[in-house]
């Protein structure tokens, strides 16, 4: 699987796709790129990480990908109370 998209693919993706759509970052538009958005997590901002944890978790959901981080869910589960 090929989780690399080029400048001209990223451009055509809406930003409903991208975890944290507002900075066009961690793009998802299919199983692969959850993963790799999971695997790229640690690099995110300190102060975006619950956003972009809840992100993931919706689009791991809706193609079927379990998220194995307990990072990530940790994260999502903080932000869920807030």
Same mark, same amino acid.
Not at 6 to 35: C, N, Q, T, W
Not at 41 to 63: G, N, S
């Given at each position: 699987?090929? =989780?690399?998209?080029?400048?001209?693919? +990223?451009?055509?993706?809406? =930003?409903?796709? /991208? %975890?944290?759509?507002? &900075? #066009?970052?961690?793009?998802?538009?299919?199983? @692969?790129?959850? +993963?790799?958005?999971?695997?790229? /997590? &640690?690099?995110?901002?300190?102060?975006?990480?619950?956003?972009?944890?809840? @992100?993931?978790?919706? #689009? @791991?959901?809706?193609? %079927?990908?379990?998220?194995?981080?307990?990072?990530? +869910?940790?994260?999502?589960?903080?932000? @869920? %109370?807030?």
């Amino acid at each position: 699987m090929n =989780d690399r998209i080029s400048y001209e693919e +990223r451009k055509e993706i809406p =930003d409903s796709v /991208f %975890g944290l759509p507002e &900075r #066009r970052e961690y793009p998802m538009p299919d199983a @692969a790129h959850v +993963r790799a958005a999971e695997a790229y /997590f &640690r690099y995110c901002p300190e102060e975006l990480k619950p956003k972009l944890a809840r @992100a993931i978790l919706a #689009r @791991a959901k809706e193609y %079927g990908v379990d998220v194995e981080s307990p990072t990530v +869910r940790e994260y999502a589960a903080e932000s @869920a %109370g807030a």
